[in-house]
C-alpha cells in the first residue's frame, strides 16, 4: 500500500545541553527532502510510511552522532486507507 501518511517524532537527548542536538535532529529531517512542519513539541512529516520511517532512524541515530549517550524517541502514525495529510490536520486553524 502506498500512499500518503504522516509521522510526527519528538527525540528527547539526555544531555544537559538538549537544543542543538534537537537542532541537528530537525536539520536531518529537514535534508531528507521530505515535506514537514515542527512543531512545539514534535516534527510531523508527510510522505509514504518507509521513506519516512528511514528519516526516523536517521533522525534517532543523529543525536548519537552529536555525542550523546542516551535518547529516547516518540514516533506516531497518522494513517487513514485513502491516505492522510498534514494539511487536512490543520488548514481549518491557519
Given at each position: 500500500m502506498s500512499h500518503t501518511v504522516n509521522v510526527s517524532i519528538q527525540v528527547l537527548p539526555f544531555h544537559?545541553?538538549?537544543y542543538p542536538i534537537v537542532d541537528k535532529a530537525i536539520a536531518t529531517i529537514q535534508a531528507s527532502g521530505v515535506k514537514y512542519e515542527v512543531g512545539p513539541l514534535e516534527t510531523t512529516m508527510?510522505?509514504?510510511l518507509?521513506?519516512?520511517?528511514?528519516?526516523v532512524k536517521a533522525t534517532h541515530r543523529a543525536c548519537f552522532v552529536e555525542g550523546v549517550d542516551k535518547v529516547?524517541?516518540?514516533?506516531?502514525?497518522?494513517?487513514a486507507v485513502d491516505g492522510t495529510?498534514?494539511?487536512?490536520?490543520?488548514?481549518?486553524?491557519?
Open positions: 544537559p545541553d538538549p508527510e510522505g509514504e518507509d521513506e519516512l520511517l528511514e528519516v529516547v524517541t516518540f514516533v506516531k502514525i497518522a494513517d495529510t498534514i494539511e487536512e490536520k490543520v488548514s481549518k486553524y491557519r
